[in-house]
C-alpha cells in the first residue's frame, strides 16, 4: 500500500488559521494527514474526525494515538453536526472536507475501487452499506446506466457501455472489476481506446458516486457545517472532480452574495452568511505535483463565515 500523502497541506492549513485553543473538524478523516498537521498546531484546543469506513477510522487512530486532543467518529459528514451535538459540541472553529476516495482505499485491491486491481466488485466507502457496485452494474435498468454515467462521470459513450453491459449480464453476472473493464472497453471504439488515460476511469468513477450518494449529500452536509461553524470561523474545501467542485463553487457564491433587485435605489444593509478567504480556486504547486500524483486534480476553495 502506498504511503498516504495528504494534498495541498500547507495551503490548507495555512488558509484555515489555525488557532491553538480552538475546536476543529476533519470531516473526511482518511489517513489522518491533514488532521496531524492540525492536531500538531494545537494546546487546549481540539480536534474531531468523522470517517463513514471503519477502516479509516482505525488507522488514522493509530497514527494519532499519541495525542490525547483528537476524538475519531465513525459516521458520514453529512451526520456530524448531530453526531458533535450527542457530545456537546454545538460550534466549532474550523472544518475541513477532503472529498473523494482516500489513497488507501484506492490501494487496497479487495475494496473494488479501482480498475487497476481485480476484486469483487463493492467501491462501498461504508462497508456496511447496502448498495454496492455490483448491485449497480447487475441491476440497475438502462436508462439508469446511461444517466449514472453521463452525470456523474461525463462518459460520452455512456449508452453504449450501458448497452453493452446490458448485454453481458444477461448471459452471466458481473461480479469482478477486470470483468466489467473489459466490458467497458468492448463498447469503446479503438481510437478511443488508443488515447491517453484509463478507458474505464469515468464509469468506475460515476459508479462509485452513485454507490456511496457522494454528490446528493455534498450541499446539504455543507451547509450544515457552515451551521455549524463559529462566527469567524473558516470552512476549507478539497475537490477533485468538476463535479463536486462546481457544486462547492456555486454554493459559496450563493451565500457570499446579497442579491440587489435591478432598480432599488438603495443598498440594502445586508451581510451575506460568508465570505471567500479564496476568490480563486488554489491549486497544487510544481513541487507538490511531482511527489504526488492524486494532487494533480486537487482543487482547494476556502470561506469564512461573517460575524453578524
Known amino acids: 500500500m502506498e504511503k498516504h500523502i495528504p494534498v495541498l497541506l500547507n495551503e490548507t492549513i495555512e488558509l484555515l488559521n489555525i488557532n491553538k485553543n480552538c475546536i476543529y473538524v476533519d470531516m473526511t478523516l482518511g489517513g489522518g494527514g491533514h488532521s496531524e498537521a492540525i492536531l500538531s498546531l494545537l494546546d487546549k484546543g481540539k480536534l474531531y474526525g468523522f470517517d463513514q469506513d471503519i477502516f479509516a477510522i482505525e488507522k488514522a487512530s493509530e497514527r494519532l494515538k499519541t495525542y490525547k486532543n483528537f476524538k475519531a467518529i465513525n459516521a458520514n459528514f453529512y451526520n456530524a453536526k448531530e453526531k458533535l451535538a ?22 487496497m485491491p479487495e475494496r473494488g475501487f479501482s480498475y487497476r486491481f481485480d476484486a469483487p466488485l463493492d467501491m462501498r466507502m461504508d462497508q456496511q452499506a447496502n448498495l454496492a457496485a455490483y448491485h449497480v452494474v447487475n441491476n440497475y435498468s438502462f436508462e439508469d446506466l446511461i444517466k449514472i454515467f453521463f452525470e456523474y462521470g461525463e462518459e460520452k459513450f455512456a449508452r ?13 453476472p458481473i461480479k469482478t472489476t477486470f470483468e466489467l473493464v473489459d466490458i467497458i472497453k468492448e463498447a469503446m471504439p479503438n481510437k478511443e481506446l488508443n488515447k491517453k488515460g484509463h478507458p474505464a476511469k469515468k464509469v468506475f468513477q460515476a459508479i462509485r458516486i452513485e454507490v456511496n450518494q457522494e454528490l446528493e449529500i455534498l450541499e446539504e452536509s455543507l451547509i450544515k457545517a457552515i451551521d455549524l461553524l463559529k ?31 435591478k432598480g432599488l ?19 497544487a504547486q510544481e513541487t507538490e505535483l511531482s511527489d504526488n500524483n492524486r494532487a494533480h486534480s486537487a482543487k482547494l476553495r476556502v470561506i469564512e463565515k461573517n460575524d453578524k
Open 265 to 283: 435605489a438603495i443598498i440594502p444593509d445586508e451581510t451575506p452568511l460568508i465570505n471567500l478567504v479564496t476568490r480563486k480556486v488554489v491549486t
Open 160 to 172: 453504449l457501455i450501458a448497452k453493452n453491459i446490458i448485454k453481458h449480464r444477461t448471459l452471466k
Open 231 to 261: 462566527p469567524n470561523g473558516r470552512l476549507a474545501v478539497i475537490t477533485f472532480h468538476s463535479l463536486e467542485d462546481r457544486i462547492v463553487k456555486q454554493l459559496f457564491k450563493r451565500l457570499s452574495t446579497i442579491e440587489i433587485p
Open 86 to 107: 450527542e457530545i456537546g459540541v454545538d460550534e466549532v472553529d474550523g472544518i475541513i472536507f477532503d472529498l473523494g476516495v482516500s489513497s488507501f482505499q484506492f490501494d
